[in-house]
């Protein structure tokens, strides 16, 4: 793999697009990460609290940090210091533990809720009704020290195109259908995390703002 190539070409693509690109860099080490870096990639995704946070202490410090994995609370207090953006709020009991970490470090810890758009039922997250419910719950407004950003979802796994094409358009939908009803100050839907190596290529015809790629620019991981 050249990883230098690979984020140059990243950025070709996505010139001229409103879709930006992070580079998951979970299992792979310090010397693939800081070439992507040289390379210009500022936004680094993970999925594992542990990696993410050890990564973090070492690189350098102008590197967007987006943890795109399941987040347990008990371990949100690990990257609330430094974190940019987590990508998979499902619940709004770890929304609340990420606010009282963002009220310790005394920051506003932006966040994008996690839709389960699949078919699959492996994945994570919220389904059409339980996002309302979050989002319209007198509740959310005492949290001041999160900000919801975007809805971030996970197609598929599968070559049928139509079927992927499919589920970022209900996210696309969704997203919109939000943003028009939704009036609180720490809603600010501007995000829609969907695309992976596999799919980014319908993603960002489909609307998508912000691309997850890892394999595509790194090489295949021996393990997820
Ligand atoms: C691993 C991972 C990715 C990147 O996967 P690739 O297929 O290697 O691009 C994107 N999103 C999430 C949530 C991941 O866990």
Known sequence: MNIKNNILNFEKKLLNTACEFIA??????????????????????ENKVQELTEKYLVLPKDIEWHMIGHLQRNKVKYIAPFVHLIHSVDSFKLLEEINKEGVKNSRVINCLLQIYIAEEETKF????????DLLNSESLEKLQNIKIVGLMGMATNTYDETQIRKEFKSLKSLFGKLKSQID???VVLSE??????????????????LIRVGSSIFGKRNYN
């Open 192 to 209: 829609i995390s969907m695309g992976m190596s596999g799919d980014y290529d319908i993603a960002i015809e489909e609307g998508s703002t």
């Open 125 to 132: 997250g919220l389904s059409e009704k339980e996002v309302m």
């Open 184 to 186: 609180k100050e720490n």
């Open 24 to 45: 998951v860099s979970k299992t792979k080490p310090i010397e693939d990460i800081l070439e992507a870096y040289e390379a210009g990639a500022r936004k680094f995704g």
